[in-house]
DNA sequence: AAGTGGTCTAGACCACGGC
DNA sequence: CCGTGGTCTAGACCACTTG
C-alpha cells in the first residue's frame, strides 16, 4: 500500500492538463489556452501553471511558441518512454500500448561475484539477495528484471517480500531505504540461453540491456537492476524539446 | 559562424556552478553554498538561482536534499549523456572522456525509399540528400551518422554545405530550418558489412543504433538521422534524480 | 531553534509571431 | 498592434533536517 502524500499544485495542474490530452479534451495539434487563461480558470498563478506546461514540454506532451502559443504534439503516440521514468517498466509498456503485469520469478540468496562487491562497494562474497522478475506485454513475455540488494540492508523477514510490487516499493517497505537517484548504462548485447528460456525470439538476436545502479540520499549504492529486452517488440523511444 | 545571443541569466548561473563543480571548485560530495547566499553573491533572485539549480539537478550533477543542502554528486564522472542532449554525439564523445571531431565522408543525391517517403511525409522517389559522417573518440572512429533530408527544403547551392558542422547548425544554414523537436528510438542491432567498413570490431556484435526523427515547428518531418555506435567502447550511460 | 530546500504568489518587463 | 510565451524579481510560507 502506497501513502497518498497530497501533491504539490503543480502537479495536480500537471495532471489535470495531462488528463485533458489523453481524454481528447486537447485535440492533438490544436492550441491549448494560454498560461493567464489556465492561471485563472484553475485559480492558480501563472508561475505554478508554467512549472506544469514545463514539465509536459520535457516530455514532449506539447510545443511551446513564444508569441503564438502552446499546441498538442501530434506525435505523442510515438514515444513510449519518459524522462525520470527511463526505469519504470510498467510504464515503457503501457506507453507501447500493451497491458502491463509482473510474473514473480524467483528470490535467493547468493554470494556477491566481484565485479557486484565493487559496484556495491561490498566484500566480495557478501551475501545478496536476487529478485528475478518477468514483464508481460499483454500475455506476453517482455522483460527479463533481476535486481540485486545486500542481504545486511533487509529489515523485515525475506519471507514477507511481495515480489510484484514497484522497486520503489520494495526498496521503501522491506529495506526502509528511499532511492535518491539511479544512474542507467543502455546496452546492446544478445539474448542468451539463461535468458532466453523466459523471453521469446531466436537465441543470439541483439537486445537492448538497461543496467541500473540505484543510490541513496548520500551517495551510497543501494542495489543493482538488469533489465533486458527484445526491441522489436517494446521500443524505446522518447521525444525532447530541441531547446 | 553562430551568432552569439545574449543567454538568459538563469542559463549564465548554469555555467557558472558547472564550471565551479567541473573546475573543482565546488568538490564532488561537498556541499554547495545554499541558494540564499548564491543569489546575494551573483546579485540574482533565489527563483533563477533555482532555475539552474533544477537543471543541473536534473541531469545529476547535484543532488538536493530539503532541509540539509545541495551536495555535488560523486558520480558524475560516469555518466556520458544528458537529458535535452541524447543527440549531442560529440558531448557523448566528450562525456565518455575522449576528445570528440568530425569526418566528412559523402554526400550524395538519390529518391527516397518507400519506409523514409513514409516517414517524412513525401512522395515515393522524391530526391533526398543523404549526409554520411564519421566521430571520432581521440584518433578512434566510433560513430557512423548519416541523415537524409530531402532536397527539396535545401535552399543553399549543395557544394556550400559543410560536413563537419553540427547538425542544428546545418539545419539553419543551408534549409533556414529550426528544429523544434526530435524523436529517438534507441535500437540493439548488430554490426553489419556496409558499417563495418567505418567502424571497428567484428561483424555481427551488439550495437547501439539511435534512430531520430526531426520536426519543426509545426510538427512537420524535416529529417531522419541513423547513428550507431559500439557501446563496448562508447557509453550512453544517464543519470536521473528519483523524483 | 535555525537554516535549508520546496512551493506559491503577484507583478513586471521583454522578445516574438500573427493579424 | 496585441497577445503569446520567456524571464526575472521580491517576498511569503511551509516541510524538512540537523544540531
Redesign the interface.
Known amino acids: 500500500m502506497r501513502i497518498l502524500q497530497s501533491k504539490s499544485i503543480a502537479n495536480q495542474v500537471d495532471e489535470i492538463l495531462l488528463e485533458r490530452i489523453r481524454g481528447g479534451v486537447y485535440l492533438p495539434?490544436s492550441r491549448i489556452p494560454s498560461e493567464s487563461e489556465l492561471s485563472d480558470e484553475l485559480g492558480v498563478s501563472r508561475a505554478t501553471v508554467r512549472t506544469a506546461l514545463a514539465k509536459l514540454a520535457?516530455n514532449?506532451f506539447i510545443?511551446r511558441?513564444q508569441g503564438d502559443g502552446t499546441?498538442v504534439?501530434?506525435?505523442i503516440h510515438?514515444?513510449s518512454a519518459h524522462?525520470?521514468n527511463?526505469?519504470d517498466l510498467a510504464e515503457l509498456i503501457a506507453g507501447n500500448g500493451y497491458q502491463p503485469s509482473i510474473r514473480f520469478l524467483s528470490m535467493e540468496r547468493r554470494p556477491a561475484t566481484e565485479k557486484e562487491a565493487l559496484v556495491l562497494a561490498l566484500e566480495e562474497g557478501e551475501e545478496l539477495i536476487c529478485l528475478r522478475r518477468l514483464f508481460y506485454a499483454d500475455q506476453q513475455a517482455v522483460i527479463l528484471a533481476d535486481n540485486v540488494i545486500p542481504f545486511s540492508l533487509l529489515c523485515e523477514p525475506i519471507e514477507k517480500i511481495d515480489g510484484k510490487l514497484h522497486i520503489?516499493d520494495i526498496f521503501e517497505q522491506y529495506f526502509h531505504q528511499k532511492?535518491?537517484?539511479?544512474?542507467?548504462?543502455?546496452?546492446?548485447?544478445?539474448l542468451e540461453a539463461d535468458a532466453h528460456e523466459f523471453l521469446s525470439g531466436e537465441s543470439g538476436r541483439?537486445?537492448?540491456?538497461l543496467q541500473t545502479i540505484?543510490?541513496e540520499?548520500n551517495?551510497l549504492p543501494l542495489a543493482l537492476g538488469v533489465n533486458i529486452f527484445d526491441?522489436s517488440f517494446l521500443?524505446?523511444?522518447?521525444?525532447?524539446?530541441?531547446n
Do not use: M, P
Open positions: 495539434g520535457a514532449g510545443l511558441k499546441y504534439n501530434e506525435h510515438e514515444t524522462f525520470g527511463l526505469w520503489r532511492i535518491s537517484f539511479v544512474l542507467t548504462d543502455i546496452r546492446s548485447t544478445v541483439a537486445i537492448l540491456q540505484f543510490y540520499k551517495n526491441d521500443h524505446l523511444s522518447l521525444a525532447q524539446a530541441w
